[in-house]
């Protein structure tokens, strides 16, 4: 069984830095493209970020170039995001996910973790 | 990237059929049969329900179907049951440095 599971996700002031972990089984991680998505209280659901099988090509929506970075260690089953100079905008609930092919759909999520921005 | 446009909301009957359109471009939707469409309940993660423009993972109702032409891809539930109420989301590969563009996403109420 696919599992994924966010942590890292909290309250950070304006300007701040957070890390947030999904830690991944029950499928080929190393084989699996991984990406971020958010979804803003209330809003809809947006596309942050997606790293390859390798984390060797990285990819991001312009609201976060330059100021996410994601990462992954395929010994430790685990994808990591990045977060630095956070906006009040940034506020959301940040899923893992991925697919039943890479870059082409979202077949397994996450529970989320809670990102708040605010001073 | 601009979010692909889905009407706000829709509503049917129980034992209706309803459609919901997703209005892309010829850089995403048209480009590539790569639409997707996941459902949403209140405080849940998204559900992938179809890939691939037409089709349903294992255990996904065969009440949900999805169709494209041009730059448009549509998903129609059909007998729609009060567990259908919920939100949903469109979503296309768009190539290049943009992976992902989802829709605006949809309200559908079961009346």
């Known amino acids: 069984e696919v599992q994924l599971v966010e942590s890292g996700g909290g309250l950070v002031q304006p300007g701040g830095s957070l890390r947030l972990s999904c830690a991944a089984s029950?499928?080929?991680?190393?084989?699996?493209?991984m990406s971020w998505v958010r979804q803003a209280p209330g809003k809809g659901l947006e596309w942050v970020s997606t790293?390859?099988?390798?984390?060797?090509?990285?990819y991001y929506a312009d609201s976060v170039k330059g100021r996410f970075t994601v990462s992954r260690d395929n010994s430790k089953h685990t994808v990591y995001l990045q977060m630095n100079s956070l906006r009040d905008d940034d506020t959301a609930e940040y899923y893992c996910?991925?697919?039943?092919?890479?870059?082409?759909?979202?077949?397994?999520w996450g529970q989320g973790t809670l990102v708040t921005v605010s001073a | 990237q601009s979010a692909l446009t889905q009407p706000a909301s829709v509503s049917g009957s129980p034992g209706q059929s309803i459609t919901i359109s997703c209005s892309g471009t010829?850089?995403?939707?048209?480009?590539?049969?790569?639409v997707s469409w996941y459902q949403q309940h209140p405080g849940k993660a998204p559900k992938l329900i179809i890939y691939?423009?037409?089709k349903r993972p294992s255990g996904v109702s065969n009440r949900f179907s999805g169709s494209q032409s041009d730059n448009t891809a549509s998903l129609t539930i059909s007998g729609l049951q009060a567990e259908d109420e919920a939100d949903y989301y469109c979503?296309?590969?768009?190539?290049?440095?943009?992976?992902?563009?989802f829709g605006t996403g949809t309200k559908v109420t079961v009346l």
């Open positions: 010829s850089s995403d939707v048209g480009s590539y049969n790569l």
């Open positions: 979503c296309s590969y768009a190539g290049g440095s943009t992976i992902f563009v």
């Open positions: 029950g499928f080929t991680f190393s084989s699996s493209a």
């Open positions: 691939e423009v037409n």
């Open positions: 790293v390859s099988g390798s984390g060797m090509s990285t």
């Open positions: 996910a991925t697919g039943l092919q890479d870059y082409g759909d979202l077949a397994y």
